[in-house]
């Protein structure tokens, strides 16, 4: 009896079988890929959002502030680090949110060139400007990402009706929850690594580095926490439950799809990014990586709803074993 029971006990979905259904969905309606597309044409052709003037009384402050404690050729190195990197600066980056968001080659490459040459620019002047701007860019962001995420769910899970505004509303509600959740996670992380680190450097940095790692095994239940939501049209609150619960029980499984799904995304992104920026060449880039990465999204929900299925199926047969069992 006890074989039988084993025998027919659910086998886990598998990896390369939800893989290759995402990837398969995709290519059967290509046209998933026109809003990370357009996004990306935007960031590369289109104008840019920069920052630098807000903080150049502070580039022209360093030799009065750091004076003392660098060299003046340190002082002009770092100078010119800071003046190259907010000059790269594109605030219309935040518009690929996360967890949920339009997936991008180029958000953060931020180019400063385009085959039409060099885009226009709209400068920043002010603190309050560009607090603004991000206030605003970020749940525009939110809202773009729910329309991806909604017709990509709708595609590879074959729902007959697209999850609607009800589902976008509660995946931002969601990515506003975690985006609170990582910001103060972050600033108490350098918090506690600068009290640390006022003892001793060396301890400061080892606090830090150790809080970082930690914080990455929260990424798998955050990156599942909004699925339910466009695959179970569930709420909020029970879709990251569903993500926890799933986590808890299939962490091995989960884990090793989102390492692979990882992999396969930065490994590729060398590759689309081989072309220069002012070439037409980086277009064929940008269209190969919106392919993996829209594939990826939804072998994603593919796998979270299969999972969720066996992960439900598996436990209501333990449970009604233990129930069957003699006391």
């Known amino acids: 009896m006890n074989s039988e029971r084993s025998d027919a006990f659910p086998r886990p979905p598998g990896l390369i079988a939800s893989f290759t259904a995402g990837f398969n969905s995709v290519a059967n309606h290509i046209a998933l890929i026109t809003l990370p597309a357009l996004f990306d044409l935007f960031l590369w052709l289109g104008p840019r959002l920069n920052v630098l003037e807000v903080?150049?009384?502070?580039?022209?402050?360093?030799?009065?502030?750091?004076?003392?404690?660098?060299?003046?050729?340190?002082?002009?190195?770092?100078?010119?680090?800071?003046?190259?990197?907010?000059?790269?600066?594109?605030?219309?980056?935040?518009?690929?949110?996360?967890?949920?968001?339009?997936?991008?080659?180029?958000?953060?490459?931020?180019?400063?060139?385009?085959?039409?040459?060099?885009?226009?620019?709209?400068?920043?002047?002010?603190?309050?400007?560009?607090?603004?701007?991000?206030?605003?860019?970020?749940?525009?962001?939110?809202?773009?990402?729910?329309?991806?995420?909604?017709?990509?769910?709708?595609?590879?899970?074959?729902?007959?009706?697209?999850?609607?505004?009800?589902?976008?509303?509660?995946?931002?509600?969601?990515?506003?929850?975690?985006?609170?959740?990582?910001?103060?996670?972050?600033f108490a992380s350098l918090t506690l690594a600068g009290i640390f680190g006022w003892v001793n450097p060396a301890l400061g940095q080892l606090v830090f580095y150790t809080l970082l790692f930690l914080s990455l095994w929260t990424l798998v239940p955050i990156y599942f926490s909004i699925h339910g939501i466009f695959a179970f049209q569930m709420n909020a609150i029970q879709s990251v439950l569903s993500s926890l619960r799933l986590t808890r029980f299939t962490f091995p499984f989960t884990s090793l799809f989102l390492t692979i799904s990882l992999l396969l995304s930065l490994g590729l992104r060398f590759l689309w990014l081989t072309p220069p920026a002012d070439s037409w060449w980086l277009l064929v880039g940008i269209l190969s990586n919106d392919y993996i990465s829209t594939a990826l999204l939804a072998a994603s929900f593919i796998y979270y709803r299969d999972m969720s299925l066996w992960l439900e199926k598996a436990l209501k047969q333990i449970q009604a074993q233990r129930t069957t069992l003699p006391s």
Do not use: C
């Open 55 to 186: 903080f150049r009384p502070f580039l022209a402050a360093m030799p009065r502030l750091y004076g003392g404690m660098m060299d003046a050729e340190t002082l002009a190195q770092a100078q010119e680090f800071w003046n190259s990197f907010l000059t790269r600066i594109n605030l219309f980056a935040l518009l690929r949110t996360f967890p949920m968001g339009v997936s991008s080659l180029l958000a953060s490459e931020m180019p400063l060139e385009s085959p039409l040459g060099t885009p226009i620019v709209w400068s920043l002047t002010s603190f309050w400007t560009m607090l603004v701007a991000i206030l605003l860019l970020i749940p525009i962001g939110w809202f773009l990402g729910g329309l991806y995420f909604s017709n990509v769910a709708r595609i590879a899970l074959s729902l007959p009706n697209p999850p609607g505004k009800r589902a976008i509303g509660h995946s931002i509600l969601l990515s506003f929850f975690w985006l609170a959740v990582l910001s103060f996670g972050f």
